[in-house]
């Protein structure tokens, strides 16, 4: 797999930085409306405080997934500064422009990805 072009980092970081900020929006928006849910909890009946807690919990695991996520598009964007992006952090391979194109902020090759799905 050959090393990424300056032009191709430079199209990833925008991408990154695009996603960084939608997330970071995403996430603390979601974490106002579960805010919300816990409030209206004292206001509504039992069935209903039932749903209102599941939708709480599916909010939060969509939280944590996208906190998670943000997470991982820091750590990329450092290592672009760091001048050591698109590489696999368990076998070194280039990651590939096409497999970040997709996801920018994968840190495994799709080898690797693979094996740790399993
Ligand atoms: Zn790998």
Do not use: W
Request: glycine fraction near 2%; charge should be positive; include cysteine.
């Amino acid at each position: 797999m050959p090393r990424l072009t300056k032009t191709e980092i430079n199209h990833l970081k925008i991408t990154l930085e695009r996603l960084k900020e939608e997330l970071k929006e995403q996430v603390s928006q979601s974490e106002s409306s579960t805010k919300i849910v816990t409030l209206d909890q004292t206001l509504i009946g039992r069935l209903s405080r039932v749903d209102a807690m599941q939708q709480q919990n599916m909010a939060i695991s969509t939280r944590q997934k996208k906190a998670f996520r943000l997470r991982k598009i820091q750590i990329a964007l450092e290592s672009i500064r760091m001048e050591n992006y698109g590489y696999c952090d368990k076998c070194d391979d280039a990651i590939g422009y096409a497999r970040l194109n997709v996801q920018p902020e994968a840190n495994l090759c799709i080898n690797c990805q693979d094996k740790a799905d399993q």
